[in-house]
């Protein structure tokens, strides 16, 4: 499809309502999304797609209204029909290459499951199906018609016992079984999807991009070629209060309180032993599964050094501690004694639990 094509594509009505004018301009190249126009202008930008079936990854970018409209835009999206959501980000087939690379970044595995939110032709989906054998595939679309192509392109690669399109709008999609997501819409439509991903999808599940980014949401790994692919792991809810007890080396027991912070896949620690207060070191949420050091005085144990591994089940975390004991000097390194561990997640904290002092008088 040629750029005026392209352009003429979005129904006048469309622009209007987004807030496109007289003003409103058209140019081709992915600055926009990355916030400069041609003409130096500087984002945040929206942007429109559009471009042939086969590959050419042509964008037509709209600079507008940013804000005011954005929020209009999401009013659209949630209020309005699936007409309208459509347009949100129109059919651009992902090049060969850059899908070869997502699916190389994304590495579904014999047995696991794909979705593709916003599937167009289908090759995502398609060819992660045909690249591993075992993997079943799921692609929604928008665009009944494209859900056609798609379905008949799955019939001729061979794949069809594999994978299946339907016509559905992303945010309907059941993201609660699947092991991979794909997805490659317009910023803002990822960024609406964010808080769906982050709610539904299980700990773990891979989230494989091109071009754009998630925000605040930093990427687990990149593949930064010509075009960036990005991936992203779904973190597990650790944000809260947990606790858990050890019986120790000595034979006495210790009672841990930890106050966790979460922000995505970032997180980070305060842990309480009796008096004792100390923050984790190396804290590192991957999916489920999580991993932090901690040195902290125990029950007649001194500044006693831990390694924690778990993997996160909702309220629980089942793993084991390695407590470090005295130094080898045959083997010259540590030697660890492994405790089973099991964190439960509590809604108070003995960690700030009021101290008995009199509380002091506010002054006016
Ligand atoms: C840029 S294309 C990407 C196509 C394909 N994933 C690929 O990478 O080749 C975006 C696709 O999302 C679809 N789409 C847009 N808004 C959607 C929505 N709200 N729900 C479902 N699909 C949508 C469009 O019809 C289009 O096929």
Known sequence: MALAGVAGAVPARFLALLGGSASTRYYTGLAPWQGVSP????????????????????????????????????????????????MFSL?????????????????????????????????????????RPGVR?????????LVGD???N???????????????NVF???????????????????????????????????????????????????????????????????????????????GR????????????QKSDAAVRVGKERRATRMFVLRGDEVTFSLTIPLPGLPNQDHEFTGKVRGNVITGTVKLRRDYDADTNSYKFIELPWRAVRSTQTSYFAPTGLPTPTVLP
């Open 172 to 250: 309907d999609a059941d993201l609660s079984k699947v092991d991979v997501i794909y997805m490659w819409l317009f910023p803002e439509l990822m960024r609406l999807l964010r808080p769906k991903i982050l709610r539904e999808a299980r700990p773990g599940t891979r989230v494989v991009s091109q071009m754009f980014d998630m925000g605040d949401w930093q990427s687990d790994r990149s593949d930064e070629q010509q075009d960036t692919v990005r991936l992203w792991v779904v973190p597990a809810k650790v944000q809260g209060n947990w606790q858990w007890t050890l019986t120790l080396p000595n």
């Open 150 to 152: 798609a379905t008949a």
């Open 137 to 145: 595939g799921v692609g929604v679309d928008i665009d009944a018609k």
């Open 39 to 86: 003409e130096g202008e500087v984002g945040p930008f929206s942007a429109e797609m559009g471009g042939s079936n086969r590959g050419e990854q042509v964008m037509v970018g709209v600079l507008r209204r940013p804000a005011g409209l954005f929020l209009l835009a999401a009013g659209c999206l949630f209020a309005g029909g699936a007409s309208a959501q459509a």
């Open 253 to 264: 027991r210790a009672s841990y309180a930890a106050v966790v912070e979460q922000q995505f």
């Open 154 to 168: 799955s019939d001729a690669e061979g794949v069809s016992d594999r994978v299946r399109f339907m016509q559905q």
């Open 91 to 131: 059919f651009v087939a992902t090049k060969d290459e850059i899908a070869a690379r997502m699916v190389a970044l994304a590495d579904p595995k014999s047995g696991e499951t794909v979705i593709d939110l916003g599937s167009g032709d289908g090759r995502l989906v398609i060819r992660s199906a045909k690249d």
